[in-house]
């Protein structure tokens, strides 16, 4: 059955070894090889599993899907000219292509997907059991993580196709994926078919791997040929990459504030914990309460509402369930409010770094105080312009370190500070320290936003992940200074 899927698809060469196998699996890793499996192994930009076919052989695995014949593994080897695609088409093939059974959606862009993921899969949730699959993990129906699922925005083809077929064994009725630009590019998400599709926006990022916007752009229009025969494509009209999506011929939804769209938000009244305003559409308009502040967080609600209605939701329904949507994990999450406002958000873009603070400048009555750093081993172009986005809004700077992974982190640090152009701030390479420091120059009336890290509780130092919560260092900082959160 593989055989002919990957035939089908283009991609063997040739056949090394008797082509009648029984598979009783699939994997990716050697280190969960069990007898009777496909091992599935391409080069990839940090290990080549071709050095460990032959390991994989001796512990009992039938045959293996190969770039390159691999002779001191005595085993069948189907030779592929795409590793990567093989591996995504072989994992489905052998789990039952279990996106069939689901309702799935998938969500790219380069903010607001974890955001639009958790709000689709609340609306979801209202036609059955409803899971989602992203930078948090595998967010079950009732909201919990499942163990062991978090690390990557979008994981390996194996882990997608099994978890899509445990979910649809255990009853859920549809599933939300983030679709990284990585694992796009990297077709970690090819056996998939989605109903709907989700472009958010396109802005700086990633450039250390995909070199210039244009391939950037490429990886993410990518997720438009995953799409099911009568899939939709939900895209957010204010974005202008977006408007060279190869969409002729298929079916879409646009959504939008200031622009023309399908889906509108119209007579916005923005509050302290939330967002009253009329989503308009062709086929009438109904007014939401949505529990969120900040008009990306607008956005993000209009692209889930997108999914709702290709889902085969009405407007009422959407809105019903858009009022009572939960916290999203690190993304403005309130985290202290007293004696002064601290709040954790991921944003670890110039875009996202700007309109989360254009959006806390109105509601701050004292100062906004922010507190943020870079990732390591990442786009560096992106640093200065982050630098630029924060001391446009910010009063008081704190630049820190974010997960300098295996980059110096004073390195890092002064990529940033370039970008300050003469404004003030503050630096200080232990982020705890930063934290504190920018704790201590809080009074009431004032907002510290500690920005970059979101949901993680860890923070990644060399090759380590050490612990690393923000809330608790929070709650800790603020019992020294006497202040309950």
């Not at 052998?94 to 709000?119: C, D, I, R, Y």
């Not at 949505?290 to 329904?317: K, W």
């Not at 370190?401 to 003030?424: A, F, H, K, L, Y």
């Amino acid at each position: 059955v593989v055989t002919a899927a990957l035939e089908v698809a283009g991609l063997i060469e040739v056949i090394h070894g008797s082509n009648d196998v029984e598979i009783s699996g699939v994997t990716q890793d050697s280190r969960t090889v069990q007898p009777g499996n496909l091992f599935l192994a391409w080069r990839g930009s940090a290990l080549d599993a071709h050095d460990f076919v032959a390991q994989a052989a001796e512990m009992g695995v039938a045959a293996a899907v190969v770039e390159r014949y691999v002779p001191e593994a005595e085993i069948p080897q189907i030779q592929v000219s795409d590793g990567r695609l093989a591996a995504a088409l072989a994992a489905d093939v052998m789990l039952g292509s279990p996106w069939a059974e689901l309702f799935t959606v998938g969500v790219t862009g380069t903010n607001g997907k974890t955001t639009t993921a958790l709000l689709a899969q609340h609306l979801l949730g209202s036609r059955g059991a409803a899971a989602a699959l992203g930078t948090l993990g595998l967010v079950e129906p009732d909201g919990s993580v499942r163990e062991g699922t978090g690390g990557l925005t979008t994981p390996g083809p194996v882990a997608i196709s099994t978890w899509l077929a445990d979910l649809a064994e255990e009853g859920a009725k549809s599933v939300t994926v983030e679709a990284s630009s990585h694992a796009l590019d990297q077709r970690r998400l090819d056996g998939v078919r989605f109903d709907a599709v989700v472009f958010t926006n396109l802005s700086q990022d990633h450039l250390d791997y995909h070199t210039d916007m244009a391939a950037y752009f490429e990886a993410k229009s990518h997720l438009l040929n995953l799409m099911k025969t009568k899939g939709c494509a939900v895209i957010n009209a204010a974005d202008a990459h977006w408007k060279n999506l190869p969409v002729e011929g298929r079916n879409t939804v646009t959504y939008g504030i200031d622009e023309p769209a399908d889906l509108r938000a119209e007579m916005i009244e923005p509050g302290p914990s939330g967002t009253r305003f009329r989503m308009a559409s062709p086929s009438g308009e109904v007014d939401v309460d949505l529990p969120l502040i900040g008009r990306f967080n607008i956005e993000n609600c209009l692209a889930a509402a997108g999914v709702g209605t290709v889902s085969g939701m009405s407007l009422d329904a959407v809105a019903d369930r858009l009022a009572s949507v939960p916290q999203i994990p690190g993304r403005l999450e309130v985290v202290a409010r007293r004696p002064f406002t601290v709040v954790i958000d991921f944003a670890h873009t110039p875009d996202a770094l700007r309109g989360v603070l254009t959006m806390m400048r109105p509601l701050t009555s004292g100062r906004l105080i922010v507190v943020f750093g870079a990732g390591g081993d990442r786009d560096r172009g992106k640093r200065p312009e982050m630098a630029r986005a924060v001391a446009q809004v910010a009063d008081l700077v704190v630049i820190t370190s974010d997960n300098p992974r295996t980059e110096d982190p004073e390195s890092i640090i002064d990529d940033i500070v370039s970008g300050m152009n003469g404004s003030p701030f503050e630096r200080m390479g232990d982020r705890r320290e930063a934290i504190g420091y920018a704790l201590a120059q809080g009074r009431a009336g004032d907002l510290v936003l500690l920005a970059g890290k979101g949901h993680e509780r860890y923070q990644v130092v060399g090759t380590e992940r050490q612990p690393f919560d923000e809330r608790l260092i929070v709650e800790e900082q603020l019992g020294r200074m006497g202040e309950a959160v």
